[in-house]
C-alpha cells in the first residue's frame, strides 16, 4: 500500500513532539545516572541499583510493541497524551510518598508511560509529514532526544545535589504535564486508518523484510555502540589515568556529535544529497571506526572513539527511520516505529553485556574490538539483504 503524502506539519505541531522525545531521553539518563550516588534505603546494594536501571528498560522492551499497535488501531494522539499525562503521575508518585517501594513504583510506572509516548511521537513525526521531509522531520526529532540524553546526567546530577531525587522526580513531573498539555493543544488529530486483517504470519514476515530489517539492525547496532561508549569510555578514562572532568567531557562530546550531526543528516537525505543506501552502511563503518579507536590508549583514543560514535549515531538515526516510516503503510506506523524501537532497546542493552562479557574473559580492549567487528559486517549483510527481485516495485 501507498504511503499518503501529507503536506509538511507546521513546526507548532512538531515542537511538542519533539519535547516528548526530550522528556524520554531526559526521564531515562536523568535518573539512571544519578542513582548510584545517591545514598539511601532505596539504594542498598548494586544488586539494587542494577533492578532500579533494569527496570525501565525492560519495561520498554516488553511494552513498546504493544503501544505501537494500539497506536494504530486507536489513534497515536491517545496514547501520546495519556502516556505523558502517566509519565507525569508515575514521577509524581515519588514525590508524594518518597519511599523505597513507591522508586520502584514510580520507575516502573515512568517506563511503561514513555512505553507508550515514545513510539507514538514517533509514529505522529512520520504521519504528520511527507516522505520528501521526513529526514528533517527525523533529524529534529533525534536532535531533542539526544539533547536529553547530554543534559540528563548533567541536569539531573545538579538536581539531585540541590534537593535530592524527590527535586528530580518534581521536575519530571511538571515536564511530563507541561508537555502533555502543550501536545493536547497544538499536535491535530490524526484518525487511525482502516487496515486488512493481518495474521501472525503476515507480521512475521513483514518483520523479517529487509525493508524493516535493516533499518532496524542499523539502529540497534549504533545504540549497542552508544550505550557502550557512554558506559565504558569513562571507564577507560581511568584506567588511563584521566580524572571525571576529561571522562564526562568525552561522554558529553559524544551526545553533542550526535545531536549535531542528526538534523544535518536529515537535511542532506531531504535533499537527494545522502541516500538510504549509501548513509546506513557509512554510519555504521563510521561507528566501527570509533569502537575501533576506543581500543587505543590514552585521551586520543577516548575522543576519537566519542567523535566517531557520536557521528555514526547522528548518521543513522534519522536514516533509520526516515527509511522505516517511508516504507511503512501508514495504517501499520504505530507498529512498525513500536517494533524499532524494541529493536534500539535491544541494542541498548545488548551492546553493554556484550563489551562486559567480553572484558571479563580478557580486557575491554577486546569488547570493543568485538562489537567493532559485529558493527562493521553490518553493510555487508545489508547489501546482501537489500538485494530485491527486479520485477517487485519499490514501495514508498
Same mark, same amino acid.
Given at each position: 500500500?501507498?504511503?499518503?503524502?501529507? /503536506?509538511?506539519?507546521?513546526?507548532?505541531?512538531?515542537?511538542?513532539?519533539?519535547?516528548?522525545?526530550?522528556?524520554?531521553?531526559?526521564?531515562?539518563?536523568?535518573?539512571?545516572?544519578?542513582?548510584?550516588?545517591?545514598?539511601?534505603?532505596?539504594?542498598?546494594? &548494586?544488586?539494587?541499583?542494577?533492578?532500579? &536501571?533494569?527496570?525501565?528498560?525492560?519495561?520498554?522492551?516488553?511494552?513498546?510493541?504493544?503501544?505501537?499497535?494500539?497506536?494504530?488501531?486507536?489513534?497515536?494522539?491517545?496514547?501520546?497524551?495519556?502516556?505523558?499525562?502517566?509519565?507525569?503521575?508515575?514521577?509524581?508518585?515519588?514525590?508524594?510518598?518518597?519511599?523505597?517501594?513507591?522508586?520502584?513504583?514510580?520507575?516502573?510506572?515512568?517506563?511503561?508511560?514513555?512505553?507508550?509516548?515514545?513510539?507514538?511521537?514517533?509514529?505522529?513525526?512520520?504521519?504528520?509529514?511527507?516522505?520528501?521531509?521526513?529526514?528533517?522531520?527525523?533529524?529534529?526529532?533525534?536532535?531533542?532526544?539526544?539533547?536529553?540524553?547530554?543534559?540528563?546526567?548533567?541536569?539531573?546530577?545538579?538536581?539531585?545535589?540541590?534537593?535530592?531525587?524527590?527535586?528530580?522526580?518534581?521536575?519530571?513531573?511538571?515536564?511530563?504535564?507541561?508537555?502533555?498539555?502543550?501536545?493536547?493543544?497544538?499536535?491535530?488529530?490524526?484518525?487511525?486508518?482502516?487496515?486488512?486483517?493481518?495474521?501472525?504470519?503476515?507480521?512475521?514476515?513483514?518483520?523479517?523484510?529487509?525493508?524493516?530489517?535493516?533499518?532496524?539492525?542499523?539502529?540497534?547496532?549504533?545504540?549497542?555502540?552508544?550505550?557502550?561508549?557512554?558506559?565504558?569510555?569513562?571507564?577507560?578514562?581511568?584506567?588511563?589515568?584521566?580524572?571525571?572532568?576529561?571522562?564526562?567531557?568525552?561522554?558529553?562530546?559524544?551526545?553533542?556529535?550526535?545531536?549535531?550531526?542528526?538534523?544535518?543528516?536529515?537535511?542532506?537525505?531531504?535533499?537527494?544529497?545522502?541516500?538510504?543506501?549509501?548513509?546506513?552502511? /557509512?554510519?555504521?563503518?563510521?561507528?566501527?571506526?570509533?569502537?575501533?579507536?576506543?581500543?587505543?590508549?590514552?585521551?586520543?583514543?577516548?575522543?576519537?572513539?566519542?567523535?566517531?560514535?557520536?557521528?555514526?549515531?547522528?548518521?543513522?538515526?534519522?536514516?533509520?527511520?526516515?527509511?522505516?516510516?517511508?516504507?511503512?503503510?501508514?495504517?501499520?506506523?504505530?507498529?512498525?516505529?513500536?517494533?524499532?524501537?524494541?529493536?534500539?532497546?535491544?541494542?541498548?542493552?545488548?551492546?553493554? &553485556?556484550?563489551?562486559?562479557?567480553?572484558?571479563?574473559?580478557?580486557?575491554?580492549?577486546?569488547?570493543?574490538?568485538?562489537?567493532?567487528?559485529?558493527?562493521?559486517?553490518?553493510?555487508?549483510?545489508?547489501?546482501?539483504?537489500?538485494?530485491?527481485?527486479?520485477?517487485?516495485?519499490?514501495?514508498?
Amino acid at each position: 500500500m501507498t504511503r499518503p503524502a501529507p /503536506a509538511a506539519a507546521p513546526a507548532r505541531q512538531m515542537w511538542p513532539l519533539y519535547a516528548a522525545g526530550f522528556t524520554t531521553a531526559f526521564g531515562a539518563h536523568g535518573i539512571a545516572a544519578n542513582l548510584g550516588g545517591f545514598s539511601a534505603d532505596a539504594v542498598t546494594s &548494586l544488586l539494587v541499583l542494577g533492578g532500579l &536501571l533494569a527496570l525501565y528498560d525492560g519495561v520498554e522492551v516488553l511494552l513498546k510493541p504493544l503501544f505501537g499497535s494500539l497506536a494504530d488501531r486507536i489513534g497515536a494522539r491517545p496514547l501520546l497524551l495519556g502516556g505523558l499525562v502517566a509519565f507525569a503521575v508515575a514521577s509524581g508518585l515519588y514525590v508524594v510518598a518518597d519511599s523505597p517501594g513507591w522508586l520502584w513504583a514510580a520507575r516502573l510506572g515512568q517506563g511503561a508511560a514513555a512505553s507508550a509516548f515514545s513510539p507514538s511521537a514517533s509514529a505522529l513525526v512520520a504521519r504528520l509529514n511527507p516522505a520528501a521531509k521526513l529526514g528533517r522531520a527525523f533529524g529534529g526529532y533525534g536532535f531533542w532526544k539526544s539533547i536529553g540524553y547530554t543534559l540528563g546526567p548533567l541536569l539531573g546530577g545538579v538536581l539531585v545535589w540541590a534537593g535530592g531525587l524527590r527535586l528530580l522526580f518534581a521536575v519530571l513531573t511538571v515536564l511530563g504535564a507541561a508537555v502533555a498539555v502543550w501536545a493536547a493543544l497544538a499536535v491535530p488529530v490524526v484518525p487511525p486508518l482502516p487496515k486488512a486483517r493481518q495474521t501472525v504470519l503476515d507480521l512475521a514476515r513483514r518483520l523479517a523484510d529487509p525493508a524493516f530489517l535493516v533499518p532496524t539492525a542499523a539502529l540497534a547496532a549504533v545504540t549497542a555502540a552508544l550505550s557502550v561508549g557512554v558506559g565504558f569510555l569513562p571507564v577507560s578514562g581511568r584506567a588511563a589515568g584521566l580524572g571525571t572532568v576529561a571522562t564526562g567531557a568525552a561522554v558529553s562530546v559524544l551526545a553533542a556529535c550526535a545531536a549535531i550531526v542528526q538534523p544535518r543528516a536529515g537535511r542532506a537525505l531531504d535533499a537527494g544529497r545522502l541516500s538510504i543506501r549509501t548513509g546506513l552502511p /557509512a554510519g555504521l563503518l563510521i561507528t566501527a571506526a570509533g569502537l575501533a579507536c576506543a581500543t587505543l590508549p590514552g585521551l586520543a583514543g577516548i575522543l576519537s572513539a566519542a567523535v566517531l560514535i557520536g557521528a555514526g549515531t547522528g548518521l543513522i538515526t534519522p536514516l533509520g527511520f526516515a527509511a522505516l516510516a517511508a516504507r511503512t503503510p501508514a495504517e501499520r506506523m504505530g507498529q512498525t516505529m513500536g517494533a524499532a524501537e524494541l529493536g534500539r532497546e535491544l541494542g541498548d542493552a545488548g551492546g553493554p &553485556l556484550l563489551v562486559a562479557g567480553v572484558a571479563t574473559l580478557a580486557s575491554l580492549a577486546y569488547g570493543y574490538a568485538v562489537l567493532a567487528a559485529l558493527v562493521a559486517v553490518g553493510p555487508l549483510i545489508a547489501l546482501a539483504l537489500r538485494r530485491r527481485p527486479a520485477q517487485e516495485p519499490p514501495r514508498v
